[in-house]
């Protein structure tokens, strides 16, 4: 048997664990930097949080609040701020206690699970199965529940990222009646609260729902680097060991979340790896070095995150890119050499088409956008133009998602037939290349 034990160096699992063990700490406590975290304290959100108080503080005398909805772009604090106050109000409220209920409609989207949802969060366990029954069975059995249940308090019902029901077909049905429960109730009141990243989500939605819905909203502003940057040092001191983060740190993570639209969940997110990766690599202080790493890192996971959430005709588009560049010497990727092995994966993938130039161009464009490749528009003479590709993801990256697909794992070598002999596509004519 050969073997090389200077190359092959095995994981050893008990090593792992004892250098993890008697490696620095460096996080007092880490759930602190987790999303679902609520701070004690919620920095330049005073403004937001005297609105909702406002709106939200007739419910402690039992009266109904009137609905309403936030916006604000991603990671501006609004499901934070509202589960905030919900945690407030809760402490002042004697004789009516509220209810809240959390909706996310992101995972709780058709109108049977929301009702379902909402059911089974009163009740504390899963009596109404998650298919099955008739809607407006369901609809009076929570009337009825409503009523005996939250009796004369008010039930606050959150509608969390509401845009995902707004989009849908039947997404002004179940609006609809949710803001038609009062009516129908005897003794309980309800008081929808909608947020949403997505400003325009109201275009999708019925005049009526949108009057009931509440005409009232509260914009939550993005934040800048310096408030990002107070948001990080609180949520530091509760969340590592003092003296841990070299100065220009959290600064750092702050301009670069700023960056993006001033969101406080990658800043949060910045941090938090940064942590990992120093004490991952035995040192006893996040720097600088460690924040730009897990830059890196988050974008590439994004990425990932993001190949893997697309459609299978555009993998197969990045997959015939991937081959291409593979394959070829000079790596010259080319428009109509997508087309032409896009077509070829295609006719030896099962159930999937061979797609139009024009579709192939659209998912050409949203990879450039998404900055998973740059596509460079060139003349050539008479036969129109083409479009230079590149990959900007790392091909290790690509292998790795193409390894885990069922549909794409077997072509990871395979050499497409327009390489093997040589030739060129541009537009609709074939040329062999010349050597
Ligand atoms: N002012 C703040 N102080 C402390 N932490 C904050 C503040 N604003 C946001 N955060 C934190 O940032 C993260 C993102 O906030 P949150 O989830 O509330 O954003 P969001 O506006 O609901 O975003 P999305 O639209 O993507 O759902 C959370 O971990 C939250 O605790
Ligand atoms: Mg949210």
Redesign the pocket.
Same mark, same amino acid.
Do not use: C, S, V, W
């Given at each position: 048997m050969l073997t090389n034990d200077k190359e092959y160096e095995k994981f050893s699992i008990d090593r792992f664990y004892k250098n993890y063990l008697n490696g620095p700490r460096l996080f007092k406590s880490r759930d602190a930097l987790e999303?679902s975290?609520?701070?004690e304290d919620?920095?330049?959100?005073d403004n937001e949080i005297e609105q909702i108080a406002s709106k939200t503080a007739c419910a402690l005398r039992g009266e109904t609040p009137s609905n309403f909805l936030c916006y604000?772009?991603?990671?501006?604090?609004?499901? /934070?701020?509202i589960r905030f106050v919900s945690q407030k109000l809760a402490n002042y409220a004697s004789d009516c206690k509220p209810w809240w209920i959390y909706i996310n409609c992101s995972i709780v989207s058709t109108p049977y699970r929301i009702l379902a949802h909402i059911y089974n969060t009163i009740v504390k366990k899963d009596e109404i199965p998650p298919t099955g029954l008739p809607k407006d069975v369901i609809f009076k059995k929570l009337l009825g529940l409503l009523d005996n249940k939250v009796d004369n308090s008010i039930c606050f019902l959150v509608l969390?990222?509401i845009d995902m029901i707004a989009d849908k077909k039947n997404g002004n049905e179940i609006l609809y009646d949710l803001t038609r429960l009062n009516e129908n109730l005897d003794f309980c009141r309800t008081c929808l609260i909608g947020?949403s990243?997505k400003l325009n989500f109201k275009e999708n939605l019925d005049p009526r729902v949108i009057s009931s819905l509440g005409e009232d909203h509260i914009t939550?502003l993005t934040y800048d680097a310096k408030e990002l940057g107070d948001?990080l040092n609180?949520?530091a001191k509760i969340a590592f060991y003092d003296d841990i983060i070299k100065e220009g740190v959290i600064p750092l993570c702050a301009a670069l979340a700023a960056k993006e639209h001033g969101d /406080?969940?990658k800043a949060?997110q910045l941090l938090r790896k940064a942590g990992e990766i120093a004490e991952r690599t035995q040192n006893k202080h996040i720097t600088g070095d460690h924040v730009k790493k897990a830059q890196d890192e988050l974008e590439r996971d994004h990425t990932i995150d993001y190949i893997k959430g697309m459609p299978l005709q555009a993998q197969v588009v990045l997959m015939s890119i991937y081959l291409i560049s593979r394959f070829r010497q000079n790596k010259l990727t080319i428009s109509g050499d997508v087309y032409e092995v896009h077509g070829e994966l295609t006719s030896k993938i099962p159930g999937l088409r061979s797609l139009t130039r024009r579709r192939i161009s659209d998912y050409i464009n949203e990879l450039c956008l998404a900055g998973i490749i740059t596509a460079q528009k060139k003349s050539v003479g008479f036969h129109g133009n083409t479009k230079i590709i590149k990959l900007v993801v790392e091909t290790k990256v690509l292998e790795g998602i193409f390894k885990e697909s069922d549909k794409l794992r077997s072509f990871l070598n395979y050499k497409p037939i327009m390489i093997q002999n040589n030739k060129v596509r541009i537009n609709k004519d074939v040329f062999r290349k010349l050597n």
């Open positions: 999303p975290y609520i701070p919620l920095p330049h959100r604000g772009m991603t990671g501006t604090g609004k499901t /934070a701020t969390d990222e947020i990243n939550f948001i609180e949520r /406080a969940r949060l």
